[in-house]
């Protein structure tokens, strides 16, 4: 992408996102599609967290007063003084509840409510009593029994480790790492590299082998959860922890170097499932393509990924903007959002090819809209630093070395790379 058009796109972007601010409540969100399809009143959840954790995000890079003051009207409309939650039900032990808790710490930093800081002890006590499986790690809901969903990673242990290190002393810092190191050795594939998308300890589930529990196949947004999961809790974790900061980087960085081959050459996105690009009607699905986008820049930052990387983050931000951003009649418009997918409850939700493919695809919902505001981000801290570090490899040189080793082109190698 130009200069240029770099430039175009970001100020398609700004309006896009003031788009949704306009239009939005906490009572009617416009980017909570699965809500809206349901014509059903909004309640505490994890799609509406994504998206006022990216408004946050973006306050901090640009100083902009209006997203930090949308983003703390919002979240106090559900807060109660006394650190309640509306609609929050701490029974239902749902970790996608979990997700929305992680922009208490921020805003609290920011505007000092002391109900915010309540809030998070609410959330807090639901971790303590949340049911577990076999190994240690957490159900990813009452419904589901005994099951890790690799969603759930993303949800819960970024909000578990920083509460930990906050308020209880690292006391529990190393029981978070567990359940990482947990779902590596279970739900990792290692011939590709690539984890699938939940496990069952008990083995009873109609989605799951019965010899492994593990699901049938990898599915992009699930992928970038964990791949999200790993580098904010890497981000959170102290320098004591040294050695198990070392483990999840090498998590991260295996994880990235598995999903590259997959990467489309012409847009520099990814397929709904991952492994399969070439079986219709597979597609190259925007959520999980900005959630790696903006994992993969964001490691670059951070300084667990080397910077060469960052070609391929930005590949896929500019593929995103330039593939499924769209203007008609004087309103923008993401596309290619997978709604929602899950397993079991449903005959249908059994993990197949099939059952991937035939989800709807829909815009504007927040599963894709905020992890493409993060990326978004990503740039704008890439270009801050610009000058800062080494300059990036010229093009056609890829064996610039790192102490993780890294990634050799294979079935899609990245032109510029070879």
């Given at each position: 992408?130009?200069?240029?058009?770099?430039?175009?796109?970001?100020?398609?972007?700004?309006?896009?996102?003031?788009?949704?601010?306009?239009?939005?409540?906490?009572?009617?969100?416009?980017?909570?599609?699965?809500?809206?399809?349901?014509?059903?009143e909004n309640t505490w959840n994890y799609i509406d967290g994504c998206m006022i954790k990216a408004l946050i995000e973006l306050y901090e890079i640009t100083g902009e007063q209006r997203y930090l003051t949308f983003a703390d009207d919002y979240i106090d409309f559900f807060v109660q003084d006394d650190g309640t939650i509306k609609h929050y039900n701490p029974q239902e032990y749902n970790l996608d509840?979990?997700?929305?808790?992680?922009?208490?710490?921020?805003?609290?930093?920011?505007?000092?409510?002391?109900?915010?800081?309540?809030?998070?002890?609410?959330?807090?006590?639901?971790?303590?009593?949340?049911?577990?499986?076999?190994?240690?790690?957490?159900?990813?809901?009452?419904?589901?029994?005994?099951?890790?969903?690799?969603?759930?990673?993303?949800?819960?242990?970024?909000?578990?480790?920083?509460?930990?290190?906050?308020?209880?002393?690292?006391?529990?810092?190393?029981?978070?790492?567990?359940?990482?190191?947990?779902?590596?050795?279970?739900?990792?594939?290692?011939?590709?590299?690539?984890?699938?998308?939940?496990?069952?300890?008990?083995?009873?589930?109609?989605?799951?082998?019965?010899?492994?529990?593990?699901?049938?196949?990898?599915?992009?947004?699930?992928?970038?959860?964990?791949?999200?999961?790993?580098?904010?809790?890497?981000?959170?974790?102290?320098?004591?922890?040294?050695?198990?900061?070392?483990?999840?980087?090498?998590?991260?960085?295996?994880?990235?170097?598995?999903?590259?081959?997959?990467?489309?050459?012409?847009?520099?996105?990814?397929?709904q499932v991952i492994n399969l690009p070439n079986i219709a009607p597979n597609y190259l699905e925007e959520s999980g393509s900005a959630i790696f986008a903006n994992a993969i820049m964001k490691g670059v930052r951070l300084g667990v990924l080397g910077e060469r990387y960052y070609q391929y983050g930005r590949r896929a931000f500019d593929g995103i903007c330039e593939t499924c951003l769209s203007e008609y009649d004087g309103q923008l418009a993401l596309d290619n959002i997978c709604l929602v997918a899950g397993l079991g409850n449903t005959a249908h939700r059994e993990g197949t090819f099939d059952y991937y493919m035939s989800e709807p695809v829909v815009k504007n919902d927040a599963k894709g809209v905020a992890p493409l505001v993060l990326a978004y981000i990503e740039t704008m801290h890439h270009d801050k630093l610009a000058g800062k570090r080494d300059p990036l490899a010229p093009s056609g040189v890829c064996s610039i070395e790192d102490p993780f080793g890294g990634y050799t082109p294979g079935i899609n190698a990245h032109k510029g790379c070879e």
């Open positions: 992408m130009s200069e240029g058009t770099a430039m175009g796109c970001n100020q398609i972007l700004d309006r896009y996102i003031e788009q949704l601010i306009e239009t939005s409540t906490p009572q009617a969100p416009a980017w909570n599609i699965e809500k809206i399809r349901a014509g059903k509840n979990v997700n929305a808790g992680k922009t208490l710490y921020k805003l609290y930093d920011l505007v000092g409510k002391p109900k915010y800081r309540a809030a998070m002890d609410t959330i807090y006590r639901q971790l303590e009593t949340q049911p577990r499986t076999k190994e240690g790690v957490f159900w990813h809901k009452a419904v589901y029994p005994n099951q890790i969903w690799l969603d759930g990673m993303y949800m819960a242990q970024p909000f578990y480790m920083q509460y930990e290190l906050s308020f209880h002393n690292r006391r529990a810092c190393s029981d978070s790492f567990h359940m990482f190191q947990v779902v590596h050795d279970l739900m990792r594939n290692p011939l590709n590299g690539l984890y699938y998308h939940a496990y069952d300890a008990s083995r009873k589930q109609f989605w799951c082998d019965p010899v492994t529990g593990l699901s049938a196949n990898f599915w992009l947004r699930a992928e970038g959860w964990f791949a999200m999961a790993l580098i904010d809790t890497w981000e959170l974790m102290p320098p004591s922890m040294s050695a198990e900061k070392d483990e999840i980087r090498k998590m991260f960085h295996d994880l990235i170097d598995a999903m590259l081959p997959y990467q489309d050459e012409k847009t520099g996105m990814w397929h």
